[in-house]
């Protein structure tokens, strides 16, 4: 009985980590269109560094600049609809063209559309999508599928260095 119940916790705990890695992964591959708005956007490279720090516990949204360059980095990747607001079918590609995306594709999905009907009064798309983007993050930690900082940091460098 022991050895059943010790098999659930390990599968359990591999899912989980599963889903931590899929999201590093999804966090990494969006993250690649962020140079491409920093312009775009006004970040500073003071702020574009920020977003290297999302998933850290004390990481503030109260940029707008943040904002504008995550939506930006959605409409680089054609995850919004005309209205600024998630399209589902593409947001749920984006994360099953990566590594074992089905795992969280779905869930993320609904975290995100959850954290928009939570915002959709907002009307200036950059501090909806930021409010937004704190709301999911949130969201990711609650349920245990935020990647820490340091395997955050761990792929920063590798891929650093790698280049």
Do not use: Y
């Not at 999508?129 to 340091?150: N, R, T």
């Amino acid at each position: 009985m022991q050895a059943v119940r010790a098999l659930v916790l390990l599968t359990v705990a591999g899912a989980l980590r599963a889903d931590v890695v899929v999201m590093k992964d999804v966090t990494l591959g969006f993250g690649q269109a962020l140079d491409k708005c920093r312009q775009e956007s006004d970040l500073t490279e003071e702020k574009m560094e920020e977003f290297f720090h999302f998933w850290r516990d004390d990481f503030k949204f109260e940029h707008r600049e943040l904002g504008c360059a995550i939506q930006c980095m959605s409409h680089f990747f054609n995850l919004l609809t005309d209205s600024s607001r998630m399209h589902h079918g593409n947001t749920e590609e984006f994360i099953l063209s990566f590594p074992n995306g089905e795992v969280l594709a779905r869930q993320m999905v609904e975290l995100i559309h959850t954290c928009e009907k939570q915002f959709d009064h907002e009307q200036d798309h950059c501090w909806r999508i930021l409010h937004v983007a704190e709301c999911f993050k949130s969201a990711c930690v609650a349920h245990g599928i935020a990647p820490s900082m340091e395997m955050m940091m761990t792929e920063f460098i590798m891929e650093s260095e790698a280049q």
